[in-house]
């Protein structure tokens, strides 16, 4: 009788010990994470992600889930959709050329949509006197060869003109002055003092059309031709540029830019350039290389 209970007691203690082991082989089969989910715990910090393409968010797979069917194939079998953010990325190189041509530059798009219509307007003593006999001025003589044509300034706008285009306009008053170096000198001191506005013969009729306007004048008593001012006064400048020029002698542009200002508060004013009497006490060569360059300084 005590054989057979020591018999049974053994043969329960065996039972038991084999299913202890049993179930523990099945816990730690249970609780193990899926393969896939641990793949997908981040991204290779190595920074193996093509080149040039964008990061998507983990939210919606990222290269997190490429990595993981590659290292695991098992994945792709269990889980297939954790391959589908692939499709995200793959079309981003081919759409990076279409997004990076490059625009046009200034140079190709500047005629159409930055062209500017340009008044050349200048007022020169030659072209506002009367001489006699023009064979008896002395073309040597600094100052009486000023009145024949076409004039110092006339000869700068005439430079501009083959530089920039645009149209040439002469301010004219309707009484000349003297061709007499000494008389006109009185009489533009004389206007100058009374801050007149002598009479235009002629007007520009579509002014509203220009929006550069290249204003040449002689220095007379440390300014511009009382002219000069009529014709300012006569247009509206509002939101146009003025570039003035100036042929002058041992004074330079004195005070002229300063009053051109004046006049048109509601103007761009651009560098003026100042050429002593070109022709004469400057070369032809040397003051039309002068304009040339003030103008490519300008970027005109």
Not at 192 to 220: E, H, Q
């Amino acid at each position: 009788m005590y054989r057979r209970l020591c018999a049974a007691m053994l043969c329960v203690w065996f039972l038991l010990g084999m299913t202890a082991c049993g179930n523990t082989g099945r816990s730690a089969e249970d609780t193990s994470p899926p393969a896939d989910s641990s793949s997908l715990q981040g991204t290779d910090p190595s920074g193996s992600e093509p080149s040039g393409v964008p990061d998507v968010p983990e939210a919606e797979g990222g290269t997190a889930g490429i990595k993981s069917t590659e290292q695991n194939p098992d994945v792709s079998e269990q889980q297939p959709e954790v391959s589908a953010p692939a499709q995200i990325e793959e079309p981003t190189p081919a759409q990076t050329p279409q997004s990076t041509q490059p625009e046009p530059s200034i140079h190709e798009t500047q005629p159409e949509e930055q062209g500017h219509n340009v008044l050349i307007a200048y007022f020169t003593w030659a072209e506002n006197t009367v001489v006699e006999d023009p064979s008896a001025v002395d073309v040597d003589a600094t100052i009486s060869a000023s009145v024949l044509a076409p004039g110092h300034v006339a000869q700068m706008a005439g430079w501009i003109q083959s530089e920039v285009g645009g149209d040439l306009f002469s301010i004219v008053t309707v009484e000349p002055y003297s061709s007499d170096y000494d008389a006109c000198l009185d009489r533009a001191a004389d206007e100058k003092a009374a801050n007149a506005r002598p009479t235009l013969t002629n007007t520009v009729s579509n002014m509203a059309d220009y929006d550069v306007i290249f204003l040449g004048y002689p220095d007379w008593w440390g300014t511009c031709p009382m002219a000069i001012f009529t014709f300012l006064d006569s247009y509206d400048f509002t939101g146009k540029t003025v570039i003035p020029f100036c042929a002058h002698g041992t004074s330079g542009l004195a005070s002229s830019v300063r009053d051109i200002r004046a006049a048109l508060p509601d103007i761009t004013a651009l560098d003026a350039v100042g050429v002593q009497r070109p022709g004469m006490d400057t070369s032809l060569e040397t003051a039309r290389s002068t304009v040339t360059n003030w103008l490519a300084g300008l970027d005109y």
